[in-house]
């Protein structure tokens, strides 16, 4: 297995079938009465996090602490050394002299976790990097998709909304597109990047030319200082030509499903009644969000397949 | 050793045409005689080497006022000699910014004590690089320091009444109006080239149309005023075509290219390697190529280094947070030969032309850019054929960021001579000659 994940572009059809499944054991793990592992035991994980975020923090920490590892959240904002001047690279190594296996990364700057993973022993785990990646939160959509349809080839995804700075889009497109599915982007072209081609997925202006076709809605999360900047008139405007509502949701195919990668704006990219309908599988990607990053430290920090099993 | 003879180099003289192996005597500080046979009580044999006129970098960030815990006017007197400099242009992008006669006085006695390179200040075009008043444009020309070149680099002009008035005011002085072309709202927040590598890495690009827009208006203003336009550190295709098309047009400008821009592409970033963030930022390959034919077929008409140190912990950050801009004095000439020379795009006259003589003239620097009778001897002795490594612990400059660390190149400087005086040899910084 890797020893960092900065990107989805490290990871094979074969890795990612294999964190799947191994996230699917897991999964069985987490339902029993005692839901906890003693793999990781003497392991130390740092969540470092220079973002503010919910459900990728306590998700890492409780897949950390479901495997016996010691977990130590570390996060940049008035009370830590960060606030004091301190640097990426110095708190870095502090953490690393500190003696951790690996570090959770989450930062506002595109590549800090490759930069990090430059500076430290330990490995390095990509939690969401700027507007570039966020490799953990593709797995975990690709596992939630994957449960549902079993099969990714030749699944065709729609990702709607801001691509260009959305980090989820681009770890996503890249996972996708290696499973074989079919993605289309979709929105405006101050949202849509012209480049791509080159990323394997294709482009529509509109919505309903391909929301009766798709076997996947994948709504992103309308950042509200989008607006501000221009790329789009209004969020009326925005809800209007892309958001997905009931009347949108119901050009669906039967079996096709509503996702969202959190936090939600209710009444601009989705509609309230869309995301607590049967389609949606919003809350499943939580909750498959556990099991996708125990498995993933789990393989990273040398768990074997054997004790899963057992 | 005030009187001497170079012996039997290669003497290429763009200025003159001279290309021929020759003597070159240099009497007190001045080229006395150029010819076959010379004699002198001390030779120096240039048996291999190139000689020629100092190189003259038109685009040197010294730090001095404000930064000395980066560079001073010394360390960098020091790279640039090393480099074989004989003179530098020090932008005004200082602390406090050379936007008066005081600190451009400052700034040209601080070279005067280092001694080692002719320091021409470049002074401000507006007060504090704002954009908005004009500095003391009059003053700083008519200063000791004697401006001939002024801008807001860093920076461009963002309103084009202001750039308009300031093009207008400086003909009186014949001064040139040089230009950090860059549309800010365009560029604004902008990390890297936009492209598809800045789609793909995540970091907010900076359009070629930034640079391009404010290219075409500042060429559009030089037409309507008169006055001399100098565009610093061209990155685009688009801005070679609008130089060249301006040329024809009898327009008058004069563009500069940087060693980085004619090596590197926006595929360095892949990384996120913070010394790889420079502005204006690595193009793509089509860019790059467009830089050495525009090197090559004159529409460019120097190469000059944008040197610009910085301290260690301020690249060791974040790539977003780390500041841009890379050294450039002590590769200049390598990677000249190397990227330009070897593979044929230029010939060693026309680098020379690129990297001395043309900068000189754009300057208005009598005392440089030539071999010449009665001329002073700044002169630059290099081997054309020598391979070395970029080894940045070994820089004369007091900073570090290179992104060429550990690059082979091909052509080596290997004696530097400032009005006569030696002051480097056998590619070595003289013991005791700094000042």
């Known amino acids: ?32 009465p005692i839901k906890k592992l003693p793999t990781l035991r003497g392991r130390t994980v740092c969540n470092l996090f220079y ?7 306590i998700s890492f920490e409780l897949a950390a602490k479901r495997l016996s590892a010691d977990v130590i959240n570390f996060s940049a904002d008035s009370k830590s050394s960060v606030a004091k001047g301190e640097s990426f690279k110095d708190t870095a190594w502090t953490i690393e002299a500190m003696g951790v296996d690996a570090i959770v990364v989450r930062h506002g700057s595109s590549g800090a976790p490759h930069q990090l993973s430059r500076w430290v022993k330990a490995s390095v785990l990509n939690a969401g990097d700027g507007a570039h990646e966020h490799p953990t939160q593709a797995l975990l959509d690709l596992y939630s998709i994957r449960e549902r349809f079993k099969d990714l080839d030749g699944l065709k995804v729609a990702i709607v909304g801001d691509i260009i700075h959305s980090r989820v889009a681009r770890s996503n497109v890249k996972g996708l597109v290696t499973m074989g599915a079919d993605v289309v982007l979709v929105g405006p072209p101050t949202l849509v990047p012209p480049e791509h081609a080159a990323w394997g997925a294709s482009v529509c202006y509109d919505l309903d030319q391909v929301i009766a076709d798709v076997d996947v809605c994948y709504l992103l999360r309308v950042q509200q200082e989008r607006q501000s900047e221009q790329l789009f008139p209004s969020n009326r405007e925005y809800a209007a030509l892309w958001g997905l509502d009931s009347r949108r949701m119901a050009k669906m195919k039967p079996e096709a499903l509503v996702m969202h990668p959190g936090p939600m704006n209710r009444g601009v ?42 | ?51 020629a006129p100092g190189f003259v970098d038109m685009h040197t960030h010294l730090r001095e006022p404000g930064r000395e815990d980066e560079e001073t ?60 008043k004009m500095a003391d444009l009059g003053e700083m020309a008519r200063s000791l320091a004697k401006v001939r070149l002024f801008t807001d680099d860093g920076h461009g002009v963002q309103d084009s009444l202001f750039a308009r008035r300031v093009m207008e005011y400086l003909v009186t002085f014949d001064a040139v109006y040089a230009e950090h072309c860059e549309d800010a709202a365009l560029a604004a927040g902008g990390q890297m080239h936009e492209g598809s590598r800045s789609m793909a890495l995540g970091l907010r690009g900076i359009p ?60 360095a970033l892949e990384g996120y390697d913070p010394l790889m963030k ?158």
Not at chain 2, 213 to 242: F, N, P, Q, Y
């Open chain 2, 278 to 435: 420079v502005n204006p930022p690595l193009r793509e390959d089509d860019d790059r190529r467009a830089i050495v034919e525009g090197l090559a077929d004159g529409t460019i008409d120097a190469i000059a280094t944008d040197h610009a140190p910085h301290a260690r912990e301020e690249k060791d950050q974040e790539f977003a947070y780390a500041p841009p801009g890379m050294l450039g004095l002590e590769t200049a000439l390598g990677l000249t030969i190397t990227q330009l020379v070897e593979p044929g795009h230029l010939s060693l006259s026309r680098a020379i032309e690129l990297l001395s003589t043309t900068p000189a003239r754009i300057l208005q620097m009598d005392g440089q850019g030539a071999i010449a009778e009665g001329r002073p001897a700044n002169l630059v002795l290099f081997d054309p054929k020598a391979r070395w490594t970029v080894e940045p612990e070994r820089f004369q400059s007091f900073s570090r960021n290179t992104p060429f660390g550990g690059r082979e190149l091909t052509g080596k400087v290997v004696h530097t001579f400032f009005r006569g005086r030696q002051t480097v040899r056998d590619g070595a910084l003289l013991e005791g000659v700094r000042a």
């Open chain 2, 1 to 51: 050793m005030s009187d001497f003879v170079i012996r039997g180099g290669r003497v290429i003289d763009p200025a003159s045409g001279r290309d021929e192996i020759a003597d070159v005597k240099v009497e007190d500080g001045v080229v006395t005689a150029i010819g076959n046979g010379l004699d002198a009580s001390e030779v120096v044999d240039a048996t291999n080497m190139v000689v």
């Open chain 1, 269 to 310: 990219e989705i509609a309230a009644d869309v995301s607590e309908s049967p389609r949606s599988i919003i809350l499943d990607q939580v909750s498959n969000g556990l099991a996708v990053r125990m498995s993933l430290l789990y393989l990273m920090l040398g768990g074997q397949d054997e004790e899963v099993a057992a």
């Open chain 2, 208 to 267: 070629a149309a930034a640079e391009e827009l404010m290219a075409a208006r500042d060429v559009a203003l030089a037409k309507l005023t008169g006055c001399r336009l100098h565009l610093l550190h061209v990155s685009t295709r688009g801005t070679v075509e609008i130089v060249r098309r301006a040329k024809e047009d009898g327009v008058r400008v004069t563009a500069e290219a940087t060693p980085h821009h004619f090596t590197l592409t926006d595929e």
């Open chain 1, 51 to 57: 973002e503010a975020s919910t459900r990728t923090r």
């Open chain 2, 73 to 132: 006017v010394a360390t960098a007197s020091a790279g640039a000699a090393a480099g074989g400099f004989t003179a530098v242009c020090a932008m005004p992008n200082t602390d406090p910014v050379a936007d008066s006669a005081s600190v451009v006085e400052q700034v040209w006695s601080l070279g005067r004590e280092a001694g080692l390179v002719e320091v021409t200040p470049a002074g401000a075009l507006s007060k504090s690089l704002e954009g908005r």
């Open chain 1, 1 to 32: 297995m890797i020893k960092h994940l900065l990107s989805m572009d490290q990871l094979s059809a074969d890795d990612i079938t294999r964190i799947l499944d191994t996230a699917e054991s897991l999964r069985q793990v987490t339902d029993r």
